[in-house]
Protein backbone atom coordinates (compact mmCIF):
# COMPACT_ATOMS: atom_id res chain seq x y z
CA UNK A 1 0.00 0.00 0.00
CA UNK A 2 1.31 3.55 -0.61
CA UNK A 3 2.34 5.52 2.54
CA UNK A 4 0.49 8.19 3.57
CA UNK A 5 2.55 11.19 3.15
CA UNK A 6 3.22 10.31 -0.41
CA UNK A 7 -0.23 9.35 -1.24
CA UNK A 8 -1.39 13.27 0.28
CA UNK A 9 1.63 14.80 -1.57
CA UNK A 10 0.04 13.14 -4.62
CA UNK A 11 -3.34 14.62 -3.72
CA UNK A 12 -2.44 17.73 -3.28
CA UNK A 13 -0.24 18.15 -5.98
CA UNK A 14 -3.21 17.17 -8.40
CA UNK A 15 -5.09 20.09 -6.65
CA UNK A 16 -3.04 22.55 -7.37
CA UNK A 17 -2.01 21.58 -11.09
CA UNK A 18 -5.60 20.33 -12.28
CA UNK A 19 -6.66 23.98 -12.41
CA UNK A 20 -3.65 24.84 -13.70
CA UNK A 21 -4.29 22.47 -16.61
CA UNK A 22 -7.49 23.49 -17.49
CA UNK A 23 -6.71 27.58 -17.60
CA UNK A 24 -4.10 26.65 -19.94
CA UNK A 25 -6.03 23.98 -22.39
CA UNK A 26 -9.55 26.20 -22.03
CA UNK A 27 -10.87 23.28 -20.20
CA UNK A 28 -11.07 21.13 -23.47
CA UNK A 29 -13.49 18.31 -22.61
CA UNK A 30 -10.30 15.59 -23.54
CA UNK A 31 -8.30 17.78 -20.71
CA UNK A 32 -11.23 17.37 -18.20
CA UNK A 33 -11.45 13.71 -18.54
CA UNK A 34 -8.02 12.89 -18.59
CA UNK A 35 -7.19 15.26 -15.08
CA UNK A 36 -10.63 13.11 -14.05
CA UNK A 37 -9.48 9.56 -14.22
CA UNK A 38 -5.83 10.79 -13.30
CA UNK A 39 -7.65 11.94 -9.58
CA UNK A 40 -9.88 8.40 -9.56
CA UNK A 41 -6.46 6.39 -10.48
CA UNK A 42 -4.40 8.02 -7.82
CA UNK A 43 -7.70 7.83 -5.19
CA UNK A 44 -7.19 3.85 -6.03
CA UNK A 45 -3.29 3.86 -5.96
CA UNK A 46 -3.47 4.51 -2.15
CA UNK A 47 -5.58 1.36 -1.00
CA UNK A 48 -3.41 -1.11 -3.06
CA UNK A 49 -3.72 -4.10 -2.58
CA UNK A 50 -7.74 -3.81 -1.48
CA UNK A 51 -8.14 -5.29 1.56
CA UNK A 52 -11.94 -3.89 2.56
CA UNK A 53 -13.41 -2.73 -1.24
CA UNK A 54 -16.26 -1.11 1.25
CA UNK A 55 -13.43 1.16 2.41
CA UNK A 56 -12.22 1.63 -1.17
CA UNK A 57 -15.40 2.46 -2.73
CA UNK A 58 -15.85 5.25 0.33
CA UNK A 59 -12.22 6.86 -1.15
CA UNK A 60 -13.25 6.97 -4.58
CA UNK A 61 -16.60 8.58 -4.33
CA UNK A 62 -15.58 12.05 -4.86
CA UNK A 63 -13.12 10.86 -7.58
CA UNK A 64 -16.01 9.27 -9.13
CA UNK A 65 -18.39 12.26 -8.92
CA UNK A 66 -16.38 14.25 -11.12
CA UNK A 67 -15.92 11.66 -13.46
CA UNK A 68 -19.44 11.19 -13.59
CA UNK A 69 -19.98 14.95 -13.91
CA UNK A 70 -17.26 15.44 -16.62
CA UNK A 71 -17.99 12.69 -19.22
CA UNK A 72 -21.80 11.79 -18.83
CA UNK A 73 -22.56 14.91 -20.70
CA UNK A 74 -25.86 15.84 -18.88
CA UNK A 75 -24.31 16.83 -15.24
CA UNK A 76 -23.19 19.75 -13.87
CA UNK A 77 -18.98 19.17 -15.34
CA UNK A 78 -20.29 17.78 -18.86
CA UNK A 79 -21.39 21.56 -20.38
CA UNK A 80 -18.93 23.74 -18.56
CA UNK A 81 -15.87 25.47 -19.72
CA UNK A 82 -13.20 27.64 -19.19
CA UNK A 83 -13.43 29.43 -15.58
CA UNK A 84 -16.60 27.20 -14.85
CA UNK A 85 -15.48 24.16 -14.63
CA UNK A 86 -12.94 24.76 -11.85
CA UNK A 87 -14.82 24.81 -8.77
CA UNK A 88 -16.11 21.00 -9.17
CA UNK A 89 -12.04 19.62 -10.10
CA UNK A 90 -10.93 21.79 -6.83
CA UNK A 91 -13.66 20.44 -4.49
CA UNK A 92 -13.15 17.08 -5.77
CA UNK A 93 -9.42 17.32 -4.83
CA UNK A 94 -10.45 18.71 -1.73
CA UNK A 95 -12.72 15.94 -0.72
CA UNK A 96 -10.16 13.51 -1.91
CA UNK A 97 -7.76 15.01 0.63
CA UNK A 98 -9.97 15.09 3.53
CA UNK A 99 -10.71 11.38 3.18
CA UNK A 100 -7.01 10.53 2.59
CA UNK A 101 -6.18 12.07 6.08
CA UNK A 102 -9.26 10.77 7.71
CA UNK A 103 -9.06 13.12 10.60
CA UNK A 104 -12.29 14.44 12.06
CA UNK A 105 -10.29 17.78 13.39
CA UNK A 106 -9.24 18.71 10.09
CA UNK A 107 -12.50 19.24 8.54
CA UNK A 108 -13.34 22.19 9.23
CA UNK A 109 -10.31 22.97 7.28
CA UNK A 110 -11.13 21.32 4.36
CA UNK A 111 -15.13 22.82 4.54
CA UNK A 112 -13.72 25.95 4.84
CA UNK A 113 -11.61 25.96 1.59
CA UNK A 114 -14.83 24.09 0.02
CA UNK A 115 -16.33 27.25 0.66
CA UNK A 116 -13.87 30.32 -0.50
CA UNK A 117 -14.64 28.11 -3.83
CA UNK A 118 -18.08 28.28 -3.76
CA UNK A 119 -18.41 31.60 -2.65
CA UNK A 120 -15.72 33.19 -5.33
CA UNK A 121 -18.52 31.15 -8.04
CA UNK A 122 -20.95 32.98 -6.22
CA UNK A 123 -19.47 36.38 -5.99
CA UNK A 124 -21.29 38.71 -8.72
CA UNK A 125 -21.10 42.69 -9.48
CA UNK A 126 -23.25 43.15 -6.65
CA UNK A 127 -21.04 41.28 -4.73
CA UNK A 128 -22.92 37.36 -2.76
CA UNK A 129 -26.16 36.90 -3.93
CA UNK A 130 -29.06 35.50 -2.05
CA UNK A 131 -27.52 31.87 -2.15
CA UNK A 132 -24.31 32.86 -1.28
CA UNK A 133 -25.25 34.80 2.22
CA UNK A 134 -27.03 31.05 3.33
CA UNK A 135 -24.56 29.23 2.37
CA UNK A 136 -21.93 31.54 4.32
CA UNK A 137 -24.24 31.46 7.12
CA UNK A 138 -24.98 28.29 6.94
CA UNK A 139 -21.55 26.86 6.88
CA UNK A 140 -19.72 29.08 9.37
CA UNK A 141 -22.64 28.54 11.85
CA UNK A 142 -22.09 24.70 11.50
CA UNK A 143 -18.40 24.75 11.41
CA UNK A 144 -18.54 26.26 14.93
CA UNK A 145 -21.37 23.99 16.38
CA UNK A 146 -18.80 21.22 15.08
CA UNK A 147 -15.52 22.80 16.53
CA UNK A 148 -17.25 22.63 19.80
CA UNK A 149 -19.02 19.74 20.13
CA UNK A 150 -15.72 18.21 19.11
CA UNK A 151 -13.78 20.07 21.99
CA UNK A 152 -16.41 18.85 24.11
CA UNK A 153 -15.65 15.12 23.30
CA UNK A 154 -12.03 14.87 23.32
CA UNK A 155 -12.03 16.95 27.35
CA UNK A 156 -13.82 13.55 28.53
CA UNK A 157 -15.81 15.44 30.96
CA UNK A 158 -18.27 11.98 31.24
CA UNK A 159 -21.51 10.76 29.87
CA UNK A 160 -23.75 13.49 29.22
CA UNK A 161 -21.38 16.33 27.99
CA UNK A 162 -19.82 13.74 25.95
CA UNK A 163 -23.57 13.03 24.27
CA UNK A 164 -24.66 17.42 23.96
CA UNK A 165 -21.00 17.08 22.44
CA UNK A 166 -21.74 14.58 19.86
CA UNK A 167 -25.07 16.20 19.32
CA UNK A 168 -22.86 19.55 18.26
CA UNK A 169 -20.27 17.80 16.27
CA UNK A 170 -22.99 15.75 14.11
CA UNK A 171 -25.43 18.59 13.20
CA UNK A 172 -22.91 21.04 13.01
CA UNK A 173 -20.87 19.49 10.00
CA UNK A 174 -24.68 18.03 8.25
CA UNK A 175 -25.26 21.64 8.57
CA UNK A 176 -22.25 23.02 7.16
CA UNK A 177 -22.51 20.37 4.49
CA UNK A 178 -25.65 21.51 3.58
CA UNK A 179 -28.10 18.78 4.59
CA UNK A 180 -30.28 20.25 7.16
CA UNK A 181 -30.44 23.75 5.23
CA UNK A 182 -31.51 22.40 1.67
CA UNK A 183 -33.85 19.61 1.27
CA UNK A 184 -32.85 18.81 -2.01
CA UNK A 185 -29.79 16.38 -3.41
CA UNK A 186 -28.05 19.65 -5.00
CA UNK A 187 -25.79 19.46 -7.56
CA UNK A 188 -22.31 17.41 -7.91
CA UNK A 189 -20.32 20.45 -5.83
CA UNK A 190 -23.25 20.30 -3.00
CA UNK A 191 -22.39 16.65 -3.04
CA UNK A 192 -18.70 16.99 -2.19
CA UNK A 193 -18.72 17.81 1.54
CA UNK A 194 -21.30 14.99 2.31
CA UNK A 195 -18.94 12.42 0.45
CA UNK A 196 -15.70 13.62 2.24
CA UNK A 197 -17.85 13.96 6.16
CA UNK A 198 -19.85 10.69 6.61
CA UNK A 199 -17.08 8.19 6.03
CA UNK A 200 -14.81 10.16 8.60
CA UNK A 201 -17.59 10.52 10.99
CA UNK A 202 -18.12 6.54 10.98
CA UNK A 203 -15.11 6.01 11.48
CA UNK A 204 -14.96 8.32 14.72
CA UNK A 205 -17.81 6.65 16.17
CA UNK A 206 -15.55 3.42 16.74
CA UNK A 207 -14.38 5.86 19.26
CA UNK A 208 -16.91 8.07 20.55
CA UNK A 209 -20.16 5.63 20.67
CA UNK A 210 -22.50 8.65 21.40
CA UNK A 211 -22.30 9.58 17.43
CA UNK A 212 -24.28 6.21 16.22
CA UNK A 213 -27.67 7.34 17.72
CA UNK A 214 -27.35 10.96 16.80
CA UNK A 215 -26.39 10.46 13.52
CA UNK A 216 -29.50 7.91 13.45
CA UNK A 217 -31.76 10.96 14.69
CA UNK A 218 -30.15 13.48 12.13
CA UNK A 219 -30.63 11.12 9.28
CA UNK A 220 -34.40 11.04 9.73
CA UNK A 221 -34.31 14.50 10.44
CA UNK A 222 -32.44 14.79 6.81
CA UNK A 223 -35.48 12.46 5.45
CA UNK A 224 -38.07 14.31 6.62
CA UNK A 225 -36.67 17.69 6.33
CA UNK A 226 -36.66 16.73 2.20
CA UNK A 227 -40.43 15.99 1.97
CA UNK A 228 -41.24 19.38 3.96
CA UNK A 229 -44.00 20.95 1.25
CA UNK A 230 -41.70 23.53 -1.16
CA UNK A 231 -43.36 27.22 -2.08
CA UNK A 232 -42.14 26.80 -5.64
CA UNK A 233 -44.74 23.53 -5.93
CA UNK A 234 -41.46 21.15 -6.70
CA UNK A 235 -41.91 17.51 -6.63
CA UNK A 236 -40.58 16.39 -3.44
CA UNK A 237 -38.22 13.90 -3.45
CA UNK A 238 -36.19 11.75 -0.42
CA UNK A 239 -32.79 13.30 0.34
CA UNK A 240 -30.16 10.66 -0.60
CA UNK A 241 -27.62 12.53 1.65
CA UNK A 242 -30.08 11.46 4.49
CA UNK A 243 -30.02 7.66 3.70
CA UNK A 244 -26.05 8.20 3.74
CA UNK A 245 -26.54 9.63 7.47
CA UNK A 246 -28.57 6.60 8.67
CA UNK A 247 -25.84 4.52 7.03
CA UNK A 248 -23.07 6.22 9.23
CA UNK A 249 -25.25 5.46 12.27
CA UNK A 250 -24.96 1.77 12.34
CA UNK A 251 -23.04 -0.33 14.17
CA UNK A 252 -19.48 0.33 13.35
CA UNK A 253 -18.96 -3.42 12.05
CA UNK A 254 -22.32 -3.36 10.13
CA UNK A 255 -21.82 0.26 8.65
CA UNK A 256 -19.61 -0.01 5.91
CA UNK A 257 -21.01 -1.71 3.68
CA UNK A 258 -24.68 -0.02 3.53
CA UNK A 259 -22.27 3.69 4.24
CA UNK A 260 -20.50 2.47 0.48
CA UNK A 261 -23.64 1.94 -1.35
CA UNK A 262 -25.40 5.34 0.07
CA UNK A 263 -21.81 7.04 -0.86
CA UNK A 264 -22.44 5.21 -4.41
CA UNK A 265 -25.98 6.97 -4.71
CA UNK A 266 -24.44 10.14 -4.18
CA UNK A 267 -21.47 9.59 -6.18
CA UNK A 268 -23.73 8.83 -8.99
CA UNK A 269 -26.98 9.17 -9.03
CA UNK A 270 -29.51 8.09 -10.75
CA UNK A 271 -31.50 10.57 -13.37
CA UNK A 272 -33.88 12.91 -11.23
CA UNK A 273 -36.16 13.35 -14.41
CA UNK A 274 -37.35 11.33 -17.23
CA UNK A 275 -36.19 11.98 -20.49
CA UNK A 276 -37.17 14.39 -22.86
CA UNK A 277 -39.09 12.70 -25.50
CA UNK A 278 -36.98 10.75 -27.84
CA UNK A 279 -33.76 10.66 -26.01
CA UNK A 280 -32.39 8.76 -23.97
CA UNK A 281 -30.78 8.71 -20.34
CA UNK A 282 -28.21 6.66 -19.21
CA UNK A 283 -26.61 6.37 -15.63
CA UNK A 284 -22.73 6.71 -16.02
CA UNK A 285 -20.99 4.25 -15.39
CA UNK A 286 -23.77 2.37 -15.73
CA UNK A 287 -22.59 -0.72 -13.33
CA UNK A 288 -22.97 1.47 -10.20
CA UNK A 289 -26.46 2.13 -9.67
CA UNK A 290 -27.05 -1.82 -9.73
CA UNK A 291 -23.99 -2.27 -7.02
CA UNK A 292 -25.08 0.07 -5.07
CA UNK A 293 -28.41 -1.85 -4.45
CA UNK A 294 -26.43 -5.18 -4.34
CA UNK A 295 -24.71 -3.69 -1.45
CA UNK A 296 -27.63 -2.70 0.01
CA UNK A 297 -29.42 -5.53 0.20
CA UNK A 298 -26.41 -7.65 1.33
CA UNK A 299 -25.99 -5.76 3.75
CA UNK A 300 -29.52 -6.60 4.84
CA UNK A 301 -29.62 -9.81 3.60
CA UNK A 302 -27.19 -10.81 7.24
CA UNK A 303 -30.27 -9.82 9.42
CA UNK A 304 -33.08 -10.67 7.94
CA UNK A 305 -34.25 -11.94 4.07
CA UNK A 306 -37.58 -10.75 4.28
CA UNK A 307 -36.45 -7.42 5.23
CA UNK A 308 -33.42 -7.77 2.19
CA UNK A 309 -36.72 -8.42 -0.25
CA UNK A 310 -38.63 -5.70 1.07
CA UNK A 311 -35.76 -3.27 0.73
CA UNK A 312 -35.04 -4.29 -2.90
CA UNK A 313 -38.68 -3.90 -3.77
CA UNK A 314 -38.28 -0.40 -2.29
CA UNK A 315 -34.67 0.63 -3.46
CA UNK A 316 -35.52 -0.40 -6.99
CA UNK A 317 -37.40 2.55 -8.28
CA UNK A 318 -35.02 5.19 -6.28
CA UNK A 319 -32.31 3.85 -7.60
CA UNK A 320 -33.02 3.51 -11.40
CA UNK A 321 -35.54 6.18 -11.80
CA UNK A 322 -34.55 8.97 -9.43
CA UNK A 323 -37.54 7.96 -6.57
CA UNK A 324 -40.00 9.98 -9.71
CA UNK A 325 -40.19 8.27 -12.95
CA UNK A 326 -42.14 4.93 -13.21
CA UNK A 327 -39.52 2.13 -14.02
CA UNK A 328 -40.63 -1.33 -15.65
CA UNK A 329 -38.58 -4.19 -14.03
CA UNK A 330 -37.30 -4.93 -17.85
CA UNK A 331 -35.25 -2.39 -20.26
CA UNK A 332 -32.21 -0.30 -19.67
CA UNK A 333 -32.29 -0.59 -15.62
CA UNK A 334 -31.76 -4.48 -15.46
CA UNK A 335 -28.29 -4.00 -17.62
CA UNK A 336 -26.92 -1.88 -14.71
CA UNK A 337 -28.36 -4.14 -11.83
CA UNK A 338 -26.77 -7.22 -14.10
CA UNK A 339 -23.66 -5.38 -14.26
CA UNK A 340 -23.14 -4.74 -10.41
CA UNK A 341 -24.34 -7.62 -9.68
CA UNK A 342 -21.06 -9.63 -11.41
CA UNK A 343 -19.18 -6.80 -10.13
CA UNK A 344 -19.82 -7.79 -6.92
CA UNK A 345 -19.49 -11.57 -7.50
CA UNK A 346 -16.33 -10.96 -8.82
CA UNK A 347 -15.03 -8.72 -5.36
CA UNK A 348 -16.75 -11.27 -2.20
CA UNK A 349 -15.36 -14.19 -4.70
CA UNK A 350 -11.85 -12.46 -3.98
CA UNK A 351 -12.43 -11.99 -0.16
CA UNK A 352 -12.68 -8.17 -0.48
CA UNK A 353 -15.95 -7.94 1.33
CA UNK A 354 -16.99 -8.90 4.16
CA UNK A 355 -20.85 -8.99 4.33
Known amino acids: MMLLPLHVSLLAGWTVLAPTALLATGASPLSRGVLAFVLLGLCGAGHVPVTDAAQVLMALCPALALCVATCSGTGDGGARSGRNALPLFILSGNASLALALGRSDLLGVFIGMGLIVRLMGAWGPRGLDRDGWRRLRATLGGLVLAQGGLFVLRAGWG???????????????????????????????????????????????????????????????????????????????????????????????????????????????????????????????????????????????????????????????????????????????????????LLLAIVAYRGMVQP
Open 159 to 341: AMPAQAGAVLMVGGLLMACGLLSAPTNGSAEERMDTLMVLPVIAHDAGSWPQLMPVLTFFGGVCLLWSLLPRASGAARMLNRGGWAVLAAGLPVGQASLPLAACLLMLACPPADHAPEEGGRMTPWPPFLPGMALVLVLVAEMRASLPVALLAGVAAWPLLAGGGQVPVPVRGQGFVPLALGC
